[in-house]
């Protein structure tokens, strides 16, 4: 049981440029949420699902893409990185009755 | 909105000392509240979450309480170890899609 696997851990990106974080759950979690965490800010939602085909913003939405084709998939995709972006981004997943279980996070820096 | 709060943001120990953390939070209106640890340059792991309809929880030397209606938490760790030093967020959730997160306290426990 791998539990939320964020892949890639570390990521450099240059001003203006796409990617897309993955994030995948084997536990057949229903809910699933991208936050960014950041010195003096804490934890803040970015974008969450409450189910395949199921979107929708979260805190801080701008700038951040999601789709939810499968149960297991909730892929995050920066469309125009920006230095504001500059980040640690967590996944995390759970079911109606469970608690929150958190990836191990995806480090970006962008320059 | 939904507000957290977690005082002191930091402190330190001496090993065998209990420690306790303390957790505020604006609107009684929550499903759930949970604690993580979080060491540096890591994800979080869950500690204890405890129920809306709970007074409190416990697992080995960690025990959590629930005050819903005056909007505090409190985390007590038993005996403390140099291994217990990490960074310690509340989390609560206000509804079906999100979490709200404090800043967390930063714990050093001192051999």
């Known amino acids: 049981n791998a539990g939320v696997t964020q892949t890639p851990k570390f990521q450099v990106l240059k001003t203006g440029q796409s990617m897309t974080l993955q994030c995948a759950q084997d536990m057949n979690h229903e809910y699933m949420s991208w936050y960014r965490q950041d010195p003096g800010m804490g934890l803040r939602l970015i974008h969450y699902?409450?189910?395949?085909?199921?979107?929708d913003q979260g805190e801080v939405p701008n700038g951040y893409n999601v789709s939810r084709s499968t149960t297991e998939d909730f892929p995050l995709r920066l469309l125009s990185a920006a230095p504001s972006q500059t980040s640690v981004y967590f996944c995390a997943s759970r079911s109606t009755t469970t608690e929150a279980f958190f990836g191990q996070g995806t480090r970006l820096t962008v320059v | 909105k939904q507000e957290v709060t977690q005082i002191p943001a930091a402190l330190s120990v001496p090993e065998g000392e209990n420690l306790v953390l303390n957790c505020s939070f604006t609107?009684?209106?929550?499903?759930?509240l949970q604690w993580f640890r979080q060491d540096p340059g890591k994800g979080l792991t869950s500690l204890l979450l405890i129920q809306s309809s709970q007074r409190e929880q416990t697992s080995g030397r960690l025990n959590a309480s629930l005050d819903k209606s005056s909007g505090r938490s409190t985390l007590y760790i038993a005996a403390s170890q140099p291994g217990d030093s990490a960074t310690y967020l509340c989390?609560?959730?206000?509804?079906?899609?999100?979490?709200?997160f404090g800043k967390g306290n930063q714990v050093v426990v001192i051999p």
């Open positions: 609107d009684s209106a929550i499903y759930n």
């Open positions: 699902s409450v189910g395949a085909g199921i979107t």
């Open positions: 989390a609560v959730r206000p509804g079906e899609d999100r979490l709200a």
